[in-house]
């Protein structure tokens, strides 16, 4: 029989230990494998090609392969690409899980295509992870051999839990035609059953079983605290030995907030709550201690970092001038507010700066001197980070790229000048162009349709809109020298409408000189650039890590400016 046949109504142990983790090495997972065989499990779920091989030697039971592989929080990161499959099949998986959520892959492949390719080239059944309905259906059609609930909960499609998604292993079986597997959160045996009663194919167990530190702080946390005893937790700041820090992201819509990773600058938890721009400063800060709280109370982290519109002054966290989107911003002590609130020492950036910061720490710019992050959204920030240093000015007004003039003489901008950047590269500026044109309720996604669906106005705006990001970023070539330049914010979401235009007058721009047309891409951390930034320029702050730097042109970073 194939693997799927040989999984049914069967439970899988997923066997799998993060770096860090007490039990991590292919060794200790193939003795876990064998663990499982002899409790009767009918198939194992293993990570990376060492631990498969391993575990492949030990126990002969049907096994599911995957490797993790990290591109940043907004790319897939469960078998991402086809050579990340080869590898897994090679180590000797029967079945090879993929990620197939809405994230995009760093190969660009599609679902179909990845899925087509290893039927023609692996001879191996894919099994898709999905959080939500739809992206069963969609892996279903490209002809999957079987999907799982693995992502729900982890995606921002789906909603956090604690819980298996029995809702979603309801509709999966109902509609999507192929056997579906539940995993994710199963940690009683009651839980086990009722899948089956819902119709799941089998049923993966990972950390319930696994991972011996969470099954032992369940216990822990069973045991009264006695009011004589020591109030400390040991090892406090610290996920696996590495230290953890809070990273707030402030937005005109909603404040962003994360637990993450020194190590791998991994988001461990997130939370998000809507900005009460409304309510003045005051509002906002309730709300981001709030939300510093919150994620306080799910580990020991060593600091927090905010990153917020405006100029921000760096040595004290205090706004120096501030941003139409959040009125009345201007002079508001976030850093420190929220270090009296929390008691925990908290730093504060520009936004644009604390994007730069993450895509060069473990983003697009990991492993680069020098790096340009853009943030095309509502407006059009900007930061520079070159050897591990950022450029912030005297008073937090460095890199504002937007407020170049671009246009001398041209459209008002909020600023106060004429002619910026701003004024012409930003959704506010799209958005303006749509009302004129389509009317009064139009916007970005009005403008992006009708382009799509070949209106000549609108694909002219936007290849007015790509030519003078073109000539902004000829500019800021020109002055940084990047090795690379991230486009980032909302609307890099929609870069293949404009992207190729870019390049093309960028090419025409430089024609003759040297210029590397592949130095412009899209940022990697999307909407979590400026939390997974504020947080590593916290823990460099605070916690003693070395900036990020590159170190293949520079000796040594002089000093922590981070």
């Known amino acids: 029989m194939g693997f799927v046949e040989d999984i049914s109504g069967k439970l899988i142990i997923s066997c799998q230990a993060q770096e860090g983790e007490p039990l991590h090495g292919a060794s200790h997972m193939a003795a876990m494998a064998q663990a499982a065989l002899a409790a009767g499990a009918g198939g194992i779920r293993a990570e990376s090609p060492a631990d498969?091989?391993?575990?492949?030697?030990?126990?002969?039971?049907?096994?599911?392969?995957?490797?993790?592989?990290?591109?940043?929080?907004?790319?897939?990161?469960?078998?991402?690409?086809?050579?990340?499959?080869?590898?897994?099949?090679?180590?000797?998986?029967?079945?090879?899980?993929?990620?197939?959520?809405?994230?995009?892959?760093?190969?660009?492949?599609?679902?179909?295509?990845?899925?087509?390719?290893?039927?023609?080239?692996?001879?191996?059944?894919?099994?898709?992870?999905?959080?939500?309905?739809?992206?069963?259906?969609?892996?279903?059609?490209?002809?999957?051999?079987?999907?799982?609930?693995?992502?729900?909960?982890?995606?921002?499609?789906?909603l956090p839990r604690t819980?298996?998604?029995?809702?979603?292993?309801?509709?999966?079986?109902?509609?999507?035609?192929?056997?579906?597997?539940?995993?994710?959160?199963?940690?009683?045996?009651?839980?086990?059953?009722?899948?089956?009663?819902?119709?799941?194919?089998?049923?993966?167990?990972?950390?319930?079983?696994?991972?011996?530190?969470?099954?032992?702080?369940?216990?822990?946390?069973?045991?009264?605290?006695?009011?004589?005893?020591?109030?400390?937790?040991?090892?406090?700041?610290?996920?696996?030995?590495?230290?953890?820090?809070?990273?707030?992201?402030?937005?005109?819509?909603?404040?962003?907030?994360?637990?993450?990773?020194?190590?791998?600058?991994?988001?461990?938890?997130?939370?998000?709550?809507?900005?009460?721009?409304?309510?003045?400063?005051?509002?906002?800060?309730?709300a981001l201690i709030t939300t510093a709280r919150y994620l306080a109370a799910a580990a020991d982290p060593v600091a927090i970092g905010v990153s917020s519109a405006g100029h921000v002054d760096w040595d004290t966290g205090v706004v120096v001038d501030g941003t139409p989107n959040l009125p009345g911003w201007a002079g508001t002590a976030i850093a420190p507010e929220l270090a009296d609130a929390t008691g925990l020492p908290t730093c504060c950036d520009n936004d644009g700066n604390a994007a730069a910061f993450g895509e060069a720490w473990v983003g697009g710019g990991k492993g680069r001197d020098a790096v340009v992050a853009i943030t095309l959204g509502t407006g059009f920030g900007a930061g520079f980070y070159d050897r591990g240093h950022l450029l912030r000015g005297s008073r937090g007004g460095g890199a504002e790229a937007g407020h170049l003039i671009l246009h001398?003489?041209?459209?008002?901008?909020?600023?106060?000048?004429?002619?910026?950047?701003?004024?012409?590269?930003?959704?506010?500026?799209?958005?303006?162009?749509?009302?004129?044109r389509w009317g009064e309720g139009s916007g970005t996604h009005e403008l992006f349709a009708h382009a799509a669906?070949?209106?000549?106005?609108?694909?002219?705006?936007?290849?007015?809109?790509?030519?003078?990001?073109?000539?902004?970023?000829?500019?800021?070539?020109?002055?940084?020298?990047?090795d690379v330049v991230l486009?980032?914010?909302?609307?890099?979401?929609?870069?293949?409408?404009?992207?190729?235009?870019?390049?093309?007058?960028?090419?025409?721009?430089?024609?003759?000189?040297?210029?590397?047309?592949?130095?412009?891409?899209?940022?990697?951390?999307g909407e979590y650039a400026g939390l997974v930034g504020a947080a590593g320029e916290a823990l460099v702050r605070f916690a003693g890590q070395a900036p990020p730097t590159a170190g293949a042109r520079s000796s040594a970073v002089h000093g922590s400016t981070a």
Not at 488 to 503: D, Y
Not at 509 to 525: E, K, S
């Open 52 to 158: 498969i091989r391993a575990i492949k030697q030990a126990v002969d039971l049907p096994l599911l392969g995957l490797w993790k592989q990290e591109h940043g929080p907004t790319w897939a990161r469960i078998t991402p690409g086809f050579e990340a499959m080869q590898e897994v099949s090679r180590a000797g998986a029967d079945a090879i899980a993929i990620e197939a959520t809405r994230r995009p892959r760093p190969d660009a492949s599609t679902l179909a295509e990845l899925v087509a390719r290893a039927a023609r080239e692996l001879a191996k059944p894919i099994v898709a992870d999905v959080s939500t309905l739809e992206e069963g259906l969609a892996a279903a059609r490209c002809g999957v051999a079987a999907v799982a609930t693995t992502m729900s909960g982890y995606t921002p499609e789906s």
């Open 163 to 286: 819980t298996p998604d029995f809702d979603l292993l309801a509709a999966l079986v109902a509609r999507c035609g192929v056997p579906v597997i539940l995993e994710g959160h199963v940690w009683e045996p009651a839980q086990v059953a009722e899948a089956f009663r819902r119709g799941a194919h089998a049923v993966v167990v990972g950390s319930a079983i696994t991972r011996p530190q969470l099954i032992a702080r369940r216990f822990v946390d069973a045991v009264p605290e006695r009011p004589h005893a020591a109030s400390g937790r040991t090892g406090a700041g610290t996920a696996a030995g590495a230290p953890v820090a809070i990273g707030l992201d402030i937005g005109g819509t909603k404040i962003l907030g994360g637990l993450v990773e020194a190590r791998t600058g991994r988001i461990l938890a997130e939370h998000r709550e809507p900005t009460p721009a409304g309510d003045g400063p005051a509002g906002i800060m309730r």
């Open 408 to 436: 001398p003489g041209g459209r008002q901008c909020n600023c106060g000048q004429r002619g910026c950047v701003e004024a012409y590269v930003s959704g506010t500026a799209l958005a303006r162009q749509a009302r004129e």
């Open 453 to 482: 669906g070949g209106d000549a106005e609108a694909r002219a705006l936007l290849n007015e809109f790509a030519h003078d990001l073109a000539l902004t970023l000829a500019s800021l070539f020109n002055l940084c020298d990047p």
């Open 487 to 525: 486009i980032g914010g909302g609307l890099a979401n929609q870069s293949g409408a404009f992207m190729p235009q870019v390049r093309m007058d960028l090419a025409q721009i430089f024609a003759g000189r040297r210029f590397d047309i592949a130095a412009v891409q899209v940022a990697a951390l």
